[in-house]
């Protein structure tokens, strides 16, 4: 996948659907998540709390660093008719670090691979739907020595969020922290070097 940057929105908590088709039912569970590791825990205590559902199937979204991947399963429905659809919903609402389950009981009545697809997303897409989004940004730390006569300079530099002031730490030499978005870390060093302000980055 491309690079995406230092900027994606994610979900800020948990949100959860119930849909039901031709008797079946299709529990929709959406969570944040930072890593693999973090989702297959998840799932885990997912399918232990819904031990008795016919499949438990799933999708998930990271931005890991910058660079996009994805995966998903159909836990033993028809191939493409769960995981899929899943992340095709993750997709269309533009989430990054997000895990997506749906849990579904059987109710008898079988729904052929479209009917599958489009109760999976469903119930996918109204998960989503049931939180708050949130912004997320990649930063850049900026340590930075600020004479005295230049203090006011230092706090216009502040313009969140692609500017954030972490800390200030005053005495013989007065010591600004910012982070700094990704993106912008090169204008940000050359702003410095202009306003003749000593800088470490990390």
């Known amino acids: 996948m491309t690079a995406l940057h230092d900027h994606f929105r ?24 930072s890593t693999d590791e973090d989702f297959f825990g998840r799932l885990a205590g997912i399918q ?9 199937c799933w999708a998930f979204r990271l931005f890991a660093e ?5 995966r998903s399963s159909d836990a033993g429905e028809p191939g493409g008719s769960a995981g899929r659809p ?9 989430l990054w670090d997000v895990g997506v389950m749906v849990v579904r009981y059987f109710g008898g009545v079988k729904l052929g691979t479209g009917g599958l697809g ?6 996918a897409a109204a998960a989503l739907a049931g939180t708050i989004v949130r912004d997320r940004y990649l930063y850049t730390r900026f340590t930075v020595a600020v004479p005295h006569v230049s203090i006011s300079s230092a706090y216009r530099l502040i313009d969140a969020p692609a500017v ?18 990704r993106s912008l870390v ?5 702003d410095l070097r202009a306003k003749r302000l000593e800088f470490e980055k990390s």
């Open 48 to 56: 232990k709390q819904y031990f008795d559902a016919t499949h438990h």
């Open 86 to 94: 899943i992340l095709s919903a993750i997709e269309a609402a533009d």
């Open 10 to 33: 994610t979900l800020a908590d948990r949100g959860e659907s119930q849909v039901k088709v031709q008797r079946s039912l299709f529990l929709g569970i959406a969570l944040p998540l």
């Open 164 to 181: 954030v002031l972490v800390h200030e730490r005053y005495g013989e030499t007065n010591e600004f922290a910012f982070d700094v978005r």
């Open 118 to 123: 489009r109760a999976y997303r469903e119930a």
């Open 186 to 190: 090169d204008a940000f060093a050359e």
């Open 66 to 70: 910058g660079e996009g991947r994805a």
